[in-house]
């Protein structure tokens, strides 16, 4: 299991080559990966699957805080933890100051839901949806900064986000994390980064997903296994 604390956006269109520029050479940080092309397939929560996150959870778990998905032929399922409401993430104190959601996840890989999860499950029932990607990430000082391109349905989108791992939450930590932010949304310029447009990919899903499919029509081409 992995615990990070998150901060997202998500804006509809076509990535501006001024916000690109933005992360290329303006953001902070190293270059993790520069152009990294996949397509993942998440669980739809709105519709009644014969496989839920009951066969893995022993408790409900509201549709916006928890998303099941095939990454690159894996199982992952992310669950939110907590949300520490809306934080202003720069120093300016104009229009175009950013606002955003900070929260904090858990990550199972699909590993651990082999315990939870037999070989006789099957997802033929199940409707999934598939997001292309093609991400860019750096790193700062332990946080991660992501800018990725997104297609779903051809509805192109994009989304920037800020990630860091955590053994344990405490005041020190969170304040790391908010800082490193701050830092790099100071020479942000592009379309507007507000706590409207500040979730995980589990809400966004939920409110502009347009279409699932059947297991059997999707290219996941996996099934989970005890063996």
């Given at each position: 299991m992995e615990t990070t604390l998150e901060v997202r956006w998500f804006v509809k269109g076509m990535l501006p080559t001024l916000v690109q520029r933005w992360f290329r050479l303006e953001c902070p940080?190293?270059?993790?990966?520069?152009?990294?092309?996949?397509?993942d397939w998440?669980?739809?929560?709105?519709?009644?699957?014969?496989?839920?996150?009951?066969?893995?959870?022993s408790h409900e778990v509201?549709?916006?805080?928890?998303?099941?998905?095939?990454?690159?032929?894996?199982?992952?399922?992310?669950?939110?933890?907590?949300e520490f409401g809306i934080h202003r993430l720069t120093q300016i104190n104009d229009l175009s100051a950013c606002e955003g959601r900070v929260e904090q996840?858990?990550?199972?890989?699909?590993?651990?839901?082999?315990?939870?999860?037999?070989?006789?499950?099957?997802?033929?029932?199940?409707?999934?949806?598939?997001?292309?990607?093609k991400r860019e990430q750096k790193i700062d000082w332990?946080?991660?900064?992501?800018?990725t391109r997104l297609k779903i349905d051809r509805q192109s989108w994009w989304t920037i986000a800020f990630e860091m791992n955590q053994n344990n939450l405490n005041r020190q930590q969170y304040s790391h994390f908010k800082k490193l932010v701050q830092k790099a949304?100071?020479?942000?310029?592009?379309?507007?980064?507000?706590?409207?447009?500040?979730?995980?990919y589990s809400r966004w899903l939920l409110e502009f997903a347009p279409q699932t499919l059947p297991y059997r029509q999707t290219d996941i081409g996996i099934r989970l296994s005890n063996e």
């Open positions: 940080g190293k270059f993790i990966t520069k152009s990294e092309v996949r397509k998440y669980g739809d929560r709105k519709k009644n699957n014969r496989f839920t996150l009951k066969n893995i959870l509201a549709p916006q805080e928890a998303s099941l998905k095939f990454r690159q032929g894996n199982l992952e399922l992310k669950l939110r933890n907590q996840w858990c990550k199972y890989d699909w590993l651990e839901l082999t315990d939870f999860v037999s070989v006789q499950d099957s997802f033929d029932d199940t409707s999934w949806i598939g997001v292309e990607k332990g946080v991660k900064s992501e800018l949304l100071q020479t942000y310029c592009g379309s507007k980064l507000s706590a409207n447009n500040s979730y995980g």
